[in-house]
């Protein structure tokens, strides 16, 4: 039986498409094996969101080579898309695909194994005009299942490379979504993730007035569904009825991941992101008076070009007014071919590094606030494998939470009691499984 490695790079919606290449293999016939062994294929799923995503997809890609030299080495993803004359330049690589055309990966690893040649089917895809509705053959041994609903960016953030990398908006029709949804519950999965590039856009490009409430609404509508967790959304493209459903359905997580980016109005508008921080404070503090206990996550780019001392001090003292649950902060890179790359007034990289750190250190203080909240509390987790005694899951809300493994069986959901800070998130006992009697969060 041929062996098939992968890695993958970046966000979730790759991670969801090296599951879908995954399964393409297995139904050929192949094993999966882990990217660490000798395999006869590697798939290296590659990310160019910031610079350190393409170098680490080179190493990859080259550790990929080393391993076996007589492997075939394929290189998906946004870097693959976006600069595949740079992979091309790799000795070694067999195989080059981007972000669409992976349906046929199998086919094409298989016929340059052949010849042991190159083949490049990287095209334009700014003309890509469908969802690559790709059916989920095969669904690991996790218990949360991402599903992708939507492809591309038409937002153009300056910072931002992946409308380049994705191309126009696309969405998966509601009946693929349905019946994915049902496959995976089928599956024994517990929680579906529905995520997109920009998940808000859903059904833009659909006939009629299909929205992402439609979306959820097809994968609430499926029989056995335990958990529904929605990806990162636009902050402007939140709509009441969703946030209706939200409160209404609980079996709808309460969490929301709102990139916020930047805090500063200047900066948001150098930015090209179509809101006011006066916007996005009302909205935050909408949601968190309509639904209690909602975990509210963001996204914050420190060092744009142009951002002034005085303004990423305006940033620190808008956050710090803000009640996060968790924060993701990064520092702007430079990504080539985007308008902000070429603006004269780039911020050095021990000031942008300076500036990580201590907007770090703010969103730990925020985590550790929000967290404190929810000690003695009974809360619903959903647990992941067992790691050296431990168990580690998530609350509906977004909060880690770790246990004894010996008190728990994976993938099932717990009702626990929350007792102290531990690690990242909070330490549990467990009160008791599945048969949920009354829930928080
Ligand atoms: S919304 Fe902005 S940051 Fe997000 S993918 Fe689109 S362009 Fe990039």
């Given at each position: 039986m041929p062996r098939v490695a992968f890695t993958t790079l970046g966000c979730k919606v790759n991670q969801f498409e090296t599951e879908v290449m995954e399964g393409l293999f297995k139904q050929r016939g192949y094993e999966i094996t882990s990217f660490d062994q000798v395999a006869d294929v590697y798939v290296i799923n590659t990310c160019s969101v910031t610079h350190l995503g393409e170098r680490k997809s080179r190493q990859l890609i080259r550790r990929g080579i080393r391993l076996n030299p007589e492997a075939i080495v394929a290189v998906s993803g946004c870097y693959a898309q976006v600069s595949p004359e740079e992979i091309e330049a790799?000795?070694?690589?067999n195989v080059i695909v981007g972000t669409q055309d992976r349906h046929r990966i199998v086919e094409l690893v298989e016929e340059v194994g052949q010849s042991k040649g190159i083949m490049n089917i990287v095209t334009n895809i700014m003309n890509a005009d469908h969802?690559?509705?790709?059916?989920?053959f095969d669904t690991p041994g996790r218990t949360r299942a991402f599903l992708k609903i939507q492809e591309g960016c038409t937002?153009?953030?300056?910072?931002?490379?992946i409308p380049y990398a994705r191309g126009p908006l696309r969405s998966r029709p509601l009946e693929s979504i349905r019946r994915e949804t049902e496959k995976l519950i089928a599956a024994g999965f517990k929680e579906i993730v529905l995520t997109g590039?920009?998940?808000?856009?859903?059904?833009?490009?659909?006939?009629?007035?299909?929205t992402l409430v439609d979306a959820v609404k097809a994968v609430l509508s499926a029989e056995g569904l335990v958990q529904l967790r929605l990806g990162s959304l636009e902050s402007i493209e939140i709509s009441d009825e969703l946030i209706e459903m939200i409160k209404q359905?609980?079996?709808?997580?309460?969490?929301l991941h709102l990139p916020l980016q930047a805090g500063d109005n200047q900066v948001l508008r150098m930015m090209n992101r179509h809101y006011t921080l006066a916007e996005y404070r009302e909205l935050i503090h909408s949601i968190q008076e309509k639904i209690k206990d909602i975990g509210i996550s963001t996204d914050i780019i420190v060092g744009f070009p142009g951002e002034t001392l005085e303004m990423f001090e305006n940033a620190l003292g808008f956050v710090e007014s803000m009640d996060f649950s968790r924060m993701h902060i990064f520092p702007y890179s430079r990504r080539s071919g985007?308008?902000?790359?070429?603006?004269?007034d780039q911020v050095p990289e021990d000031e942008k590094k300076r500036r990580v750190q201590m907007m770090q250190e703010l969103a730990e203080k925020k985590a550790v606030e929000f967290q404190k909240k929810f000690i003695t509390r009974q809360l619903t987790v959903l647990f992941e494998p067992e790691h050296d005694g431990l168990v580690e899951g998530l609350t509906g809300n977004y909060i880690r939470v770790y246990a004894n493994a010996k008190d728990v069986v994976q993938g099932k959901l717990y009702n626990v009691r929350m007792e102290k800070l531990y690690r990242d998130g909070l330490w549990g006992t467990i009160i008791d499984k599945d048969d949920l009697i009354q829930t928080e969060c």
């Open positions: 790799i000795e070694g690589v969802f690559e509705d790709i059916p989920l937002n153009f953030c300056t910072y931002c490379i590039i920009h998940l808000g856009a859903y059904g833009r490009d659909l006939e009629g007035t299909i359905d609980e079996r709808l997580c309460p969490h985007t308008p902000a790359a070429k603006y004269v």
